[in-house]
């Protein structure tokens, strides 16, 4: 049987723990993000119950910056369920030089009971896209871009072997404002265009967040989506009132 361990081990072991654990935090205090929720019960016509949950992180390099964000989103109208989804998404902006930079933004759409006006087809989609794009202005405070993108999707039925593929072209416009009183508003718009069919669509999302403390805060979201490549594929149009805990 071992011995007890001697004090000199001890010491070494006191600093490789210690070492680790700075490790860690070295590697993490770079990372921001927040974890936010919203629910809403209503009795009417019908009774609805959603509830949502996300979190999300960024990190920033010299000159990278990495995103993720992963969401669940519940509704149930007169206890029947009509969204159970779960989403992913990502980014990776690398900047080519001042002006210019190139990006590539996956995104991952489980939901397993969209029927949007079709016959029920619980879906996984698959966004993959590729982009360039230009800083329009890259202040503190105030930052634009503008840019074009390769947008590939992929979509899965889940209780069949259907699948589809497509490949449309984008444009794309984000905005980033800091205002005083600790508010920040954010908006991404995106306009589809398919070269080959000449068929359109398009993606927004507008968020406007008031930071209450320094962990809690406050978000009113605006999002929709209009005429995916797949039409089975769910459109929405959505404002949620969000409660966040920032880190």
Same mark, same amino acid.
């Given at each position: 049987a ?58 920033n ?34 900047? $080519?030089?001042?002006? %210019? +930079?190139?990006?590539?933004?996956? &995104?991952?759409? @489980?939901?397993? =009971?969209?029927?949007? /006006? ?49 490949h $449309?072209?984008?444009? %794309? +416009?984000?905005?980033?404002?800091? &205002?005083?009183? @600790?508010?920040? =508003?954010?908006?991404? /718009? ?12 398009w ?27 797949d ?17």
């Amino acid at each position: 049987a071992e011995g007890p361990m001697s004090l000199y081990d001890q010491i070494l072991l006191t600093r490789l723990r210690r070492r680790v654990e700075e490790g860690i935090v070295r590697w993490w205090e770079p990372w921001v993000g927040r974890l936010a929720a919203s629910t809403d019960i209503v009795h009417d016509a019908k009774d609805r119950s959603i509830f949502l949950a996300e979190g999300r992180v960024r990190r920033n390099w010299a000159s990278d910056e990495v995103r993720l964000e992963a969401r669940y989103e519940y509704r149930e109208e007169n206890n029947e369920k009509t969204v159970d989804m779960i989403k992913g998404t990502g980014l990776w902006r690398h900047d $080519i030089s001042k002006r %210019f +930079f190139g990006s590539y933004r996956p &995104l991952l759409e @489980r939901d397993r =009971v969209n029927s949007n /006006g079709f016959q029920p087809f619980p879906y996984v989609l698959l966004q993959q896209q590729v982009g360039a794009g230009v800083h329009l202005l890259r202040r503190e405070k105030i930052k634009l871009r503008a840019g074009v993108a390769e947008n590939f999707f992929n979509v899965w039925a889940i209780n069949d072997d259907a699948k589809s593929y497509e490949h $449309i072209e984008s444009a %794309f +416009f984000e905005a980033e404002l800091a &205002l005083p009183w @600790r508010i920040t =508003v954010t908006e991404r /718009g995106v306009w589809y265009y398919a070269i080959k069919d000449a068929t359109q669509g398009w993606e927004n999302e507008f968020e406007f967040s008031k930071k209450l403390t320094d962990s809690l805060s406050l978000g009113l979201r605006h999002e929709f989506r209009r005429n995916n490549p797949d039409s089975r594929v769910q459109d929405y149009e959505r404002l949620r009132l969000l409660i966040g805990y920032d880190f």
